[in-house]
């Protein structure tokens, strides 16, 4: 079972490094022969000198933004949570509260960020936690209120013939259904959490995290040095999807043995 594992695990990773290499051959490639300026596209080899050489500021900035999307990720996953229970339970909230949740949404960011850097000091981390979390809060809520919700009809009628409580229908069905729901989401909102932390850093408040960096970069005409910065900013993000991918097998793991 081990070798299995193992066989299928190289199978998805060894692709993904090998398209990975090439991509990058191909567009070093193409820079050295077609002789491009770095103000027009930077070559990977002097992305990777600037990143292993501002590594301690980069690995400052990302701890900023990294601190910031944590926060948010956490906030709006509970928040999120706690509110797709209620919403399941009473149907006329559902109506009230999910248009609300659109509309608030579909906000563009800058302006939400804005609003809140003006509610704090010009150091202060909150807006920006705020703003990650009112994106997540939204992915998590629509996923597992739709988790809750969506049930198989034969499942409820079965418990209902048992005499079953709302609670125990709760814990025994729609609890369990909504669990994938909850991992989808989260592979959605981990990603969005870290470009929501650092693309709200562009419009106000400390210049101390990637999206801030990256633009003061680019302002002066670094461009090598803000590809670095945006290298952390990918690598920042594909962690925090590996670590919810992580939770999820583990998650499957743990329901297996059950």
Not at 47 to 54: C, P, R, V
Not at 58 to 66: E, F, N
Not at 132 to 155: C, D, E, K, M, W
Request: glycine share 6%; with cysteine; proline share 4%.
């Amino acid at each position: 079972m081990t070798i299995h594992r193992l066989t299928m695990l190289l199978g998805k990773v060894v692709p993904a490094i090998l398209f990975g290499a090439l991509f990058l051959g191909v567009w070093e490639w193409a820079v050295k022969f077609f002789e491009l300026k770095p103000y027009f596209l930077t070559a990977p080899s002097s992305i990777w000198q600037q990143f292993t050489t501002n590594f301690a500021l980069i690995r400052g900035a990302a701890t900023v933004s990294g601190t910031n999307a944590l926060v948010g990720l956490v906030a709006g996953t509970v928040l999120g949570v706690a509110m797709s229970f209620v919403l399941s339970r009473f149907g006329f909230l559902n109506q009230l509260i999910t248009p609300l949740a659109v509309a608030l949404n579909a906000i563009p960011i800058f302006v939400l960020v804005a609003v809140l850097n003006n509610m704090y000091s010009i150091t202060s981390e909150i807006p920006r936690r705020i703003m990650v979390t009112l994106v997540v809060y939204f992915i998590v809520l629509v996923n597992v209120a739709r988790g809750l919700t969506q049930v198989s009809p034969t499942h409820v009628e079965l418990m209902r013939s048992y005499a079953a409580s709302d609670v125990a229908i709760l814990r025994k069905v729609r609890i369990p259904n909504a669990v994938p729901f909850l991992f989808t989401s989260l592979k959605i909102a981990a990603p969005a959490a870290v470009i929501t932390a650092f693309v709200s850093e562009y419009f106000g408040g400390s210049q101390n995290g990637l999206g801030s960096r990256i633009s003061s970069n680019i302002a002066n005409s670094k461009n090598a040095a803000a590809w670095a910065y945006v290298l952390a900013a990918c690598l920042l993000g594909l962690l925090f999807y590996t670590v919810s991918v992580a939770m999820e097998s583990l998650n499957r793991k743990g329901g297996v043995k059950q």
